[in-house]
C-alpha cells in the first residue's frame, strides 16, 4: 500500500458540477497539503493542514473547499469550477518540522 | 524575488556525462533542502534531503549545500536516458512554518 493516496486518478467534470477528491495517508505524519499542477507550471501551494488545522490558504478562490477531519485524511472539494481549473492536483504529507513531504500519485481533473 | 529559484532549461547532457542542477533560496533561515524527481505527468519523487553544509552522496546523485550563499546543487553522474525529467528543488525553512517551497523546476534531457 502506497503512503500517500488521491482517488479518483482522473475526473472529468462540467462547470456546474459538484465533486470531491480525496487524499489518505497512511504514514503517521501530521501536515497534509493540497498542490496544484498546470500544464508546464510550477507547483502551486494551495492549502496545508497541521494538526488538522489549516495554516495556509495560498488566495485559493472559494470554489475549491479544502476539509480536513482528521490528520490522516484531506479533502478538496470542487465545485462550479472553470475550464482553467484543469490541472494536476497533488496530495502531499510530513511531518512536522524540517522533514521531507511525500506526494500522491494525484488527481488529473478536466473541466468541460 | 522567488524564493526558491531554478533555471527551467531545458538543460541538456550526452549520457554519460554529469549534470549539474542548481538552486537558489531567499530565505536565511531555511533549514532542510530537497530535490524532487518529476516524470511528465506524474507526481514528484523525493531523490536527496541535505541538511547541513557540504556533500551528500546516494548512488550517482550527490546534493551539495552552501548556505552561506543560499544555493544548493544536484549533479548526477553517470547521467541515463531515464534520467530525463524535470527536477524540483524545495526549501522548508524557519520563517515558512511546515511549508514546502518549491522552486519552478529544471528540465533535464539526457541524449543517448
Known amino acids: 500500500e502506497t503512503g500517500v493516496t488521491q482517488t479518483p486518478r482522473h475526473l472529468v467534470m462540467g462547470m456546474t458540477n459538484k465533486k470531491s477528491l480525496k487524499c489518505e495517508q497512511h504514514?503517521?505524519?501530521?501536515?497534509m497539503y493540497w498542490y496544484k499542477q498546470s500544464a508546464k507550471k510550477p507547483l502551486e501551494l494551495m492549502f496545508v493542514?497541521?494538526?488538522?488545522?489549516?495554516?495556509e490558504n495560498n488566495s485559493v478562490p472559494s470554489r475549491f473547499s479544502p476539509e480536513c477531519p482528521n490528520s490522516s485524511h484531506l479533502f478538496l472539494h470542487l465545485h462550479t469550477l472553470q475550464p482553467e481549473d484543469s490541472a494536476l492536483y497533488l496530495c502531499?504529507?510530513?511531518?512536522?518540522?524540517?522533514?521531507?513531504?511525500?506526494f500522491g500519485q494525484g488527481t488529473r481533473l478536466t473541466v468541460v | 524575488q522567488k524564493e526558491v529559484e531554478q533555471n527551467s532549461g531545458p538543460l541538456s547532457v550526452p549520457e554519460g556525462a554529469i549534470a549539474s542542477l542548481n538552486c537558489t533560496y531567499s530565505?536565511?533561515?531555511?533549514?532542510?533542502f530537497f530535490w524532487y524527481r518529476q516524470y511528465s505527468g506524474k507526481s514528484p519523487e523525493l531523490i536527496m534531503s541535505?541538511?547541513?553544509?557540504g556533500d551528500k552522496e546516494d548512488g550517482r546523485f550527490t546534493a551539495q549545500l552552501n548556505k552561506a550563499s543560499q544555493y544548493v546543487s544536484l549533479l548526477i553522474r553517470d547521467s541515463q536516458p531515464s534520467d530525463s525529467a524535470t527536477y524540483l528543488c524545495a526549501v522548508k525553512g524557519y520563517n515558512a512554518g511546515n511549508m514546502l517551497t518549491f522552486g519552478g523546476g529544471t528540465r533535464l534531457m539526457v541524449k543517448p
Open positions: 502531499a504529507s510530513s511531518q512536522e518540522g524540517y522533514t521531507e513531504a511525500f
Open positions: 541535505i541538511y547541513s553544509n
Open positions: 530565505d536565511r533561515g531555511s533549514q532542510s
Open positions: 504514514l503517521g505524519h501530521n501536515a
Open positions: 493542514y497541521n494538526f488538522k488545522e489549516q495554516t
